[in-house]
């Protein structure tokens, strides 16, 4: 295993994680000691990032999606008329740069999609109140495996913020985290190759495919060919 890996996974202190960071690119987390300066936060982005990984268990996947999440900040950063630090789209800056970063290290093309997936959507369904429809989607897009590192990544993310932030977001993360368990359970988070649709029927066009996959996602029952057939033919008709 890669030297750097081992010592992340074996971090046990906020030093120890400081030094994993300066051995992947000790200018750019030297770069992020940038004052969050808003209610969800108390520490500056490269201490919250310590502070990400330390509250997520001895996983590889997990806590080297931990320490890249929010390297994107610096570069996202902009400052409003009050003063506080907003940081839009990091999630999306973040990943960019973890691609790069990534390709250095001796893991498995899976194992960077993951963490890549991790990065990039560890900002969704922060604040808003969890619909089941939504948890399907996260399922699907990322599999059951990684949609439970998913909310554990969240809920490290929330631990090392302020309390303010644990108090706003820590129910709608336990009733996510729920949903992600029975839906795993029912098996009720369908991907593409799950609809229940034959090569004959010849429905390969990716918005067609995006519409039967949402209305499965708000509705399991209607992952039957009939109906499915029949919201294409639907949308075909009225595009």
């Known amino acids: ?139 699907s897009l990322l599999g059951g495996s990684t949609a439970k590192k998913w909310i554990k990544l969240k809920f490290a993310d929330m631990m090392a913020q302020s309390d303010h932030s644990i108090q706003v977001k820590s129910k709608n993360l336990q009733l996510t985290s729920k949903m992600i368990d029975d839906v795993i359970k029912d098996s009720t988070a369908i991907r593409r190759e799950d609809l229940d649709i034959r090569p004959e029927d010849g429905i390969d066009n990716e918005d067609i495919i995006q519409i039967l996959l949402k209305s499965c996602w708000g509705n399991p029952k209607t992952n039957k060919r009939e109906s499915l057939l029949s919201i294409a033919k639907n949308y075909s008709k009225h595009k």
Not at 45 to 69: G, K, Q
Not at 104 to 129: A, P
């Open 1 to 139: 295993m890669d030297k750097r890996c081992a010592s992340l996974i074996a971090a046990t202190s906020y030093n120890d994680v400081i030094q994993v960071m300066n051995s992947i690119d000790k200018e750019l987390y030297n770069s992020l000691n940038i004052e969050q300066n808003n209610a969800f936060h108390k520490y500056d982005v490269r201490s919250h990032i310590a502070y990400t990984v330390l509250n997520t268990e001895a996983d590889l996947e997990l806590r080297m999606a931990a320490v890249l999440h929010d390297i994107g900040k610096r570069d996202a950063l902009t400052t409003d008329e009050n003063g506080k630090n907003h940081f839009y789209g990091h999630e999306d800056i973040s990943e960019k740069l973890a691609v790069d970063i990534l390709a250095g290290f001796d893991i498995t093309d899976e194992e960077k999609r993951n963490i890549l997936s991790l990065v990039k959507y560890h900002d969704y369904y922060n604040r808003e109140t969890p619909k089941i429809s939504r948890v399907r989607e996260i399922v």
